[in-house]
Structures are given as C-alpha cells and as structure tokens.
T-cell receptor, first 113, second 114 residues
C-alpha cells in the first residue's frame, strides 16, 4: 500500500525566504511522485513530477524537488518566496501498478510581507 | 490542447435530495477519469475512477455513485444526500498510457448539504 505524509499542515515564511515543504512517502515499488498546488476554490495544478532519471526535478514558478530514495522523501523547495506562492500544496504518489494518485493531507503555505 | 470542464461550481442542497455533478474532457481520447473529494482541512480522497466507458472502480463505500456514459463524460450522483456529503468535489483526467501520467484537475464543485 502507498501512503504520503506531509509534515506540517501550515508553514509560514517571510517574502524572500526559503520555502521548504516536506513530503515522505511509503511505497513497496519504485514510486512516481508529484507536487500539486491549489489556490482557494480552485482545482489542483501540477507543479512538478518525478518518474525516472534525474532525482532533482524542476517545476513551474521556480519550485524544485529532490527524490531521495534512502530517505523516502520528496521535499519541495523554492529559494525565495513570493506573496503569490501562498496556497495549499499537495504531495502525491503512485506507481506502475496503480492508476490513481494517493495524496498527502496538504500543507498550507503562508507568505508574510 | 486538453481541457476539463466541471459544473456546477457551487451547489447547496438539502439533506435527502438527489445529486448530479458532471465532468467532461476535451482534446483527448480514452482518458482515465477520477472523482476526488476534499473535505475542509483535509486531503484528497479518491472516490471513483474509470478506465473506459461503463467501467467504474469505487475506492470507498459511500452514499455516492459514478457513471461514464461517454468516453469523455464522468458523472457523480447520489439518490439521497447526507450532511457528511458536503465538501469540495474534484474531477480529474489522466492519459491512459501509464502510471506516471499526471492528473489534470477541473476547478471543482463546492457542495454544501444543509
């Protein structure tokens, strides 16, 4: 069975500060990993994904994530937060045997001016 | 390009009333289709997914049902709504070519059962 744990339901950073959103997964087979962003009352938008190959994945809006198999982690980072980054972020996992994603419970990012 | 349409955007329904939410996808063929529910302050729960017309898999037992009458149409229904059915319902599609295909989401329907 797959599962995703996002540490910290709320994260607050200052504008210009580093953003770090944590995601750990559990999977019995090599995983495919995703990060999504959700703005209020909207659907989810794909930020980035890891399938195979390079473990450092770059996404939209300056975000990136690194797949670390030894730590079963896929943390999301951005060097400098913008006010427009305030949203809820979801980590998700799947594998070749499943068709649907399993999502974490989400982390709400607040950016202070 | 592919687009996904979901409606209505908001809905307020009394307990015991029926429900029908519709989702359509354009610009792709034979997509995998999904219904997720997002309760307040919680993550996304997979309700149903479909890999083809008339093929529905239910992930959790509940008061809801889903149907796929056409290749790019996915409908979420209930005969009698419960208060616990309130939430934000999201339709999504993915390519049927493999597990590494990302999901593409609609804008959601916020359902309030009163």
């Amino acid at each position: 069975a797959q599962s995703v744990t996002q540490l910290g339901s709320h994260v607050s950073v200052s504008e210009g500060a580093l953003v770090l959103l944590r995601c750990n997964y559990s999977s019995s087979v090599p995983p495919y990993l995703f990060w999504y962003v959700q703005y209020p009352n909207q659907g989810l938008q794909l930020l980035l994904k890891y399938t195979t190959g390079a473990t450092l994945v770059k996404g939209i809006n300056g975000f990136e994530a690194e797949f670390k198999k030894s730590e079963t982690s896929f943390h999301l980072t951005k060097p400098s937060a913008h006010m427009s980054d305030a949203a809820e972020y979801f980590c998700a996992v799947t594998d070749t045997g499943r068709r649907a994603l399993t999502f974490g419970s989400g982390t709400r990012l607040q950016v202070q001016p | 390009s592919q687009t996904i349409h979901q409606w209505p955007a908001t809905l307020v329904q009394p307990v015991g009333s029926p429900l029908s939410l519709e989702c359509t996808v354009e610009g792709t063929s034979n997509p995998n289709l999904y219904w997720y529910r997002q309760a307040a302050g919680r993550g996304l729960q997979l309700l149903f997914y479909s890999v083809g017309i008339g093929q529905i898999s239910s992930e959790v037992p509940q008061n809801l049902s889903a149907s796929r009458p056409q290749d790019r149409q996915f409908i979420l229904s209930s005969k009698k709504l419960l208060l616990s059915d309130s939430g934000f319902y999201l339709c999504a599609w993915s390519s049927s070519t493999g597990g590494n295909s990302p999901l593409h989401f609609g804008n959601g329907t916020r359902l309030t059962v009163t």
